[in-house]
């Protein structure tokens, strides 16, 4: 559950529905094996770690347009270099549905996602009203920021990823693998701490750390510490990971520079926005590694669109800002929150765009 200014999302897993739109522009051949998988509170990591145990192949077999929200029900689509021995998976909370064989696949397929999402106890509905239209009538213009979620539970991926490109592979060992949050569960907080407590200086008591049970959802923390133990070298273990999960850390420190320019120009030619400030959660013994990075995350949104536009439309290959095409939208009795109305709004952005800052938009 995330709680905003005017309203609640994600109160429950069927309030936020993601559906991945793809073109597929190839003929059927023997190169690829493309899946569906349909999520329900589960990390698209996780999915795949696991279905990459039931088809007995390597995780970094598997690839995917975009990593979709964990608090949701989702659909998307992952391929494979072509697979002799396919199965469909089935479980609690993913489903992994074959689909077919491609000849080539890449990421101009994708098109965005389409969003279903429930917004409840709402305390101000006019407001939120006002603001829909808004982005219905191009009056205004959405910060195409990247998520919240690039940076992590504990806000922390983007200082990982910075001292990964800067070959710090000691320091982005220990922040992974022991800073605890405070806002993560005490099965996790105790793992972290038992893995600090096995580092002398930047000695690590490997063998120690692997005889430890992870829980599940430490699961890509369990593949890196099995590396780890086989190379006994930082530098080693980060170049053998995965790099899909390298890659998540180097990203989300290129997401954050994004994230800080835009805010910047933002600020330079107006101060009518609103704020959506991410406090940073890990605890102060940390502070030594994170010290070049402010403790919390910080996003602002413009109420109004600029007369004269200075900020060039891209940055990179990246739109600065974005106009959801919104389906539609209404309010209705909240079944839940007695007293209170709920809205259901359907939505699409296009690829690399997160529903995120619309919602940070309309709810305050």
């Not at 739109?21 to 493309?34: A, M, T, W």
């Not at 690039?150 to 983007?158: E, V």
């Not at 793992?191 to 005889?211: D, M, P």
């Not at 989300?252 to 835009?262: C, E």
Request: one cysteine or more.
């Amino acid at each position: 559950m995330i709680t905003h200014n005017f309203g609640i999302i994600k109160y429950q897993t069927e309030d936020f529905i993601v559906k991945e739109k793809v073109n597929f522009k190839s003929l059927k051949g023997p190169n690829y094996s493309v899946f569906l998988l349909r999520k329900n509170n589960c990390s698209v990591f996780n999915a795949l770690m696991r279905s990459s145990k039931i088809l007995k192949i390597p995780i970094a077999s598997f690839n995917f347009f975009g990593e979709k929200d964990k608090y949701a029900q989702t659909a998307q689509i992952v391929f494979t270099p072509k697979l002799n021995f396919i199965q469909d998976i089935k479980t609690n909370d993913f489903q992994l549905i074959y689909l077919f064989d491609l000849q080539t696949i890449d990421s101009s397929f994708m098109l965005g996602n389409k969003f279903r999402i429930t917004v409840r106890k709402i305390k101000d509905q006019q407001t939120i009203e006002e603001r829909v239209k808004k982005i219905q009538n191009k009056e205004i213009l959405i910060p195409n920021y990247y998520d919240i979620q690039r940076f992590g539970k504990r806000l922390i991926n983007h200082i990982i990823g910075y001292h990964l490109l800067n070959s710090r592979y000691f320091e982005a060992t220990y922040l992974f693998l022991c800073a605890f949050s405070k806002n993560e569960n005490h099965k996790v907080k105790k793992i972290r701490r038992n893995l600090k407590n096995l580092f002398t200086g930047e000695i690590f008591n490997i063998n120690e750390a692997v005889k430890l049970k992870l829980p599940q959802y430490m699961d890509v923390e369990k593949i890196f510490l099995k590396i780890l133990s086989k190379k006994m070298n930082y530098k080693k273990a980060w170049k053998d990971f995965p790099n899909k999960f390298t890659s998540l850390f180097k990203e989300a420190y290129r997401s954050f520079k994004f994230n800080q320019f835009l805010i910047e120009e933002i600020k330079k030619q107006t101060q009518n926005y609103i704020t959506k400030r991410y406090e940073f959660t890990i605890e102060e013994e940390f502070d030594y590694f994170t010290k070049d990075f402010p403790k919390y995350i910080e996003l602002v949104y413009p109420l109004e669109k600029f007369e004269k536009m200075e900020i060039n439309q891209k940055k990179g290959t990246r739109d600065l800002f974005i106009s959801p095409i919104i389906y539609n939208f209404h309010f209705e009795k909240d079944e839940i929150f007695e007293g209170y109305s709920k809205m259901v709004i359907e939505f699409f952005l296009g690829r690399g765009s997160f529903a995120t800052n619309v919602l940070n938009f309309l709810l305050g």
